[in-house]
């Protein structure tokens, strides 16, 4: 694990990000091969943080890249040989792009796959976030909004 002392500081919410790096970190081992590595690096990056969590496993098909953070998606692969549901990628997505960030992932079939996330560096999103009491509305690049499909629940 490589975290600089002197990152910055991001904007999110600690719980959610613990969820996003847990399943990162939860999904390379899974796909490992025995006694395999799983790199967890963040570093600085302009107005940003990126965290990446690398793997030496089996590696992703490119034909299935473009479709890991779909909703229920597992390939026929893991549907074999992997427990899960289909949705980490999913919901760690939402978490991160509801936060003003970005996700994305790097792979090689055979020899691993890199899955990082960038989030704002808080002093460049200060702003917006109490111009807008608080509400991250103002940081997000996407138009997406809250998880597809789901509607928020009021009690």
């Not at 098909?61 to 949705?87: A, C, D, I």
Request: proline share 3%; no cysteine; aromatic share 8%.
């Amino acid at each position: 694990m490589i975290i600089p002392d002197n990152l910055p500081t991001v904007a999110a919410d600690r719980n959610s990000l613990t969820e996003v790096i847990a399943n990162l970190v939860d999904n390379a081992i899974k796909y490992s091969n025995e006694g395999g590595t799983v790199e967890i690096i963040a570093q600085q990056d302009g107005n940003s943080v990126t965290f990446s969590v690398t793997d030496h496993g089996i590696g992703i098909p490119s034909s299935v890249v473009g479709h890991l953070f779909s909703k229920f998606y597992r390939s026929h692969r893991s549907k074999q040989n992997v427990s899960g549901t289909g949705l980490g990628l999913y919901i760690s997505k939402a978490i991160i792009e509801s936060h003003g960030g970005t996700i994305g992932v790097s792979s090689s079939e055979g020899h691993g796959s890199t899955f990082r996330f960038s989030l704002p560096i808080y002093s460049t999103v200060a702003d917006k976030l109490k111009g807008s009491d608080n509400r991250n509305e103002g940081i997000m690049e996407t138009s997406n909004g809250w998880i597809k499909n789901h509607s928020m629940y009021r009690g």
